[in-house]
């Protein structure tokens, strides 16, 4: 099964950007996609964005279009999530997941990362 790291979350205040970062390792056989949610305090999980490794096709929940930008390399086995004009309510705990596809991704990821904190003040 494939191992994922998340990195880059942090404490920024409203309007600010941050970078998070997803390391894959370990046995990624069918592994196509990779994708970012969020779960803030007392909310469920939600999808944020995701990406095909072969295509580089991308997609994005209306919440943060235009603001989150979801990028790869494919030679490090590595997702980035570039976030710009960040508001107090994108504070959630940020995970990558992993699947077969964009659409699986979004809908029943195989494999979670551990999650890393972004906090926005205002």
């Known amino acids: 099964q494939v191992q994922l790291v998340e990195s880059g979350g942090g404490l920024v205040q409203a309007g600010g950007s941050l970078k998070l970062s997803c390391a894959a390792s370990?046995?990624?056989?069918?592994?196509?996609?990779r994708g970012w949610f969020r779960q803030a305090p007392g909310k469920e999980r939600e999808f944020v964005a995701a990406?095909?490794?072969?295509?580089?096709?991308?997609r994005y929940a209306d919440s943060v279009k235009g603001r989150f930008t979801i990028s790869k390399d494919n030679a490090k086995n590595t997702v980035y999530l570039q976030m710009n004009s960040l508001k107090p309510e994108d504070t959630a705990v940020y995970y990558c997941?992993?699947?077969?596809?964009?659409?699986?991704?979004?809908?029943?990821?195989?494999?979670w990362g551990q999650g890393t904190q972004v906090t926005v003040s205002s």
């Open positions: 997941a992993a699947g077969t596809t964009t659409v699986s991704v979004t809908t029943a990821p195989s494999s």
């Open positions: 370990g046995r990624s056989v069918g592994i196509y996609a």
């Open positions: 990406i095909s490794f072969n295509s580089g096709t991308t």
